[in-house]
């Protein structure tokens, strides 16, 4: 694979590994990360739970969801990114190959990340929306001229490349904070502080569900970490850190989520927004914290959809995320918000599941490396399947445990299974051979 792109251009390039000495400081991924959780979603969903739990167990749910569990699979994820220099989708090239990381790794990122990023457009059009006073669900063709140029603010950065949309979280997070900020007051202004503590709504949902779904709106970072992490310096320390800006951000940005709906009985943050008496300038707050986190999206968009494609410029990679847009855009205008529940069980059923099977190759079989493997792996396709049936039957037939972190080790467990039992039956090029060792084509590259 061509790596000289970077050193001649300096491009954001989409398929090439991007060089050590252009690596950055540990807190501009964390940056970024933070962005990524100044999300529409998290608001929606800490007002969701605080109609099923007080605040007090609101507090360990998001304790146990994001300091044990998407800490660690951020910081597992992170690595495999800075150590490589590579995004999500051309990793899965070592452990599915490059055809079904691009078919199916690929769709599936590019899928996924759009049905995100139009959740937020849509909501962020309401928002806007409703700052100029225009009736969001009635005048429909006002609402839409709204969110097609809300959705194309959203995207200029994230189609310019990787170092504007590091100038737009400078922008952007102390926007959220001071959305968070405005939040907590004008809940306390209208609810009041005793009402706010005294909360104690009839459970109507187990702890490990309420785990779930906290676990749901970040799942993704499982995968698409590696897109941003490829900046980052490949050291163990650093990709620790970095998923601090998740927890930084997650945890007051869920806990603004559930104090604001007390009271209020819905789950629309900008409902909840209006009841509460916000202002003009806090629905354009809104517009700017979820800025953030929709650059990280249509980035992941357009990286995925470039890697399916095989286009590894920065202009075919910007013009890709520009098409990629477009079509969210009318995924928005189609109504998506109104499936966000189920948009978000089925992506915490699927990104798991290709974690796992990226992780388990990575750590176990490869030993670290990344290996440009041609073909199709069918092993890595059942593990797969294997991973999403564990999700699903956990997550509808028999509620059970956390489906999210159960297909990310079944999917692990069942590829490794299959890998050795199809090294020790008919090895190919991505089988390992004999313990500690790989077959490796010629295009093996090491970092």
């Known amino acids: 694979m061509e790596e000289t792109g970077w050193n001649k251009t300096g491009n954001d390039e989409a398929l090439s590994a991007i060089p050590l000495e252009k690596r950055q400081h540990w807190l501009t991924p964390a940056m970024i ?3 990524l959780e100044f999300t529409i979603p998290v608001l929606m969903v800490g007002a969701t739970l605080v109609g099923a739990f007080g605040l007090s167990s609101i507090f360990w749910i998001l304790v146990v969801s994001l300091l044990v569990f998407q800490w660690v699979g951020n910081a597992v994820a992170g690595y495999m990114g800075a150590k490589t220099g590579r995004s999500s989708s051309v990793i899965a090239r070592t452990s599915f190959g490059a055809h079904q990381a691009r078919f199916i790794v690929g769709l599936t990122i590019f899928i996924v990340s759009l049905g995100w990023w139009a959740v937020q457009t849509a909501v ?3 928002a806007i929306s409703a700052m ?6 009635r005048d429909l063709f006002a609402w839409g001229i709204v969110t097609v ?29 001071l959305l968070v900020v405005a939040g907590i007051f004008y809940a306390l202004k ?27 709106v970040n799942v993704s970072q499982w995968v698409i970490a590696s897109d941003y992490t490829r900046y980052a ?26 104090i604001m709906s007390v009271g209020v009985g819905d789950a629309d943050i900008v409902n909840v927004m209006m009841k509460l008496g916000f202002p003009v300038w806090g629905f354009l707050i809104l517009w700017f914290a979820t800025w953030t986190s929709q650059l990280v999206n249509n980035y992941s968009m357009g990286l995925a959809l470039a890697n399916m494609l095989n286009v590894n410029s920065n202009k075919g990679r910007a013009l890709l995320t520009l098409g990629g847009t477009i079509i969210a855009i009318i995924v928005a205008l189609m109504g998506i918000l109104d499936h966000f529940m189920d948009f978000l069980y089925m992506t915490a059923l699927i990104y798991p599941a ?3 099977v990226m992780m388990a190759d990575f750590f176990f079989l ?31 037939a028999t509620s059970f445990g956390l489906p999210a972190v159960q297909s990310l080790i079944a999917s692990g467990i069942v590829y490794l299974i299959s890998m050795k039992i199809k090294a020790a039956v008919k090895p190919d090029h991505f089988c390992s051979v004999r313990e500690g060792e790989v077959i490796t084509p010629a295009v093996q590259q090491k970092m």
Do not use: C, H
Not at 132 to 137: A, L, R, S, W
Not at 234 to 250: E, F, S, T
């Open 33 to 35: 990360f933070g962005g």
């Open 124 to 126: 962020a059009g309401n």
């Open 132 to 137: 100029f006073g225009i009736d969001y669900e």
């Open 149 to 177: 140029i809300a959705g194309l603010l959203f995207a200029i950065p994230s189609i310019i490349g990787y170092g504007s949309m590091k100038w737009t979280d400078y922008i952007a997070v102390p926007a959220g904070l």
């Open 190 to 216: 209208n609810t009041g502080w005793e009402t706010i503590t005294a909360w104690k709504p009839t459970t109507s949902m187990s702890f490990l569900a309420a785990i779930s779904l906290i676990i749901g």
């Open 233 to 258: 310096k490949p050291r163990v320390k650093d990709n620790i850190l970095i998923p601090l800006g998740i927890v930084a951000v997650g945890f007051p940005l869920f806990y603004v989520g559930a």
């Open 354 to 356: 290709i974690a796992g």
């Open 366 to 396: 490869r030993r670290q490396q990344w290996v440009d493997n041609p073909g199709w792996n069918w092993m890595a396709t059942i593990a797969l399947v294997a991973g999403t049936l564990v999700g699903y039957l956990t997550q509808y």
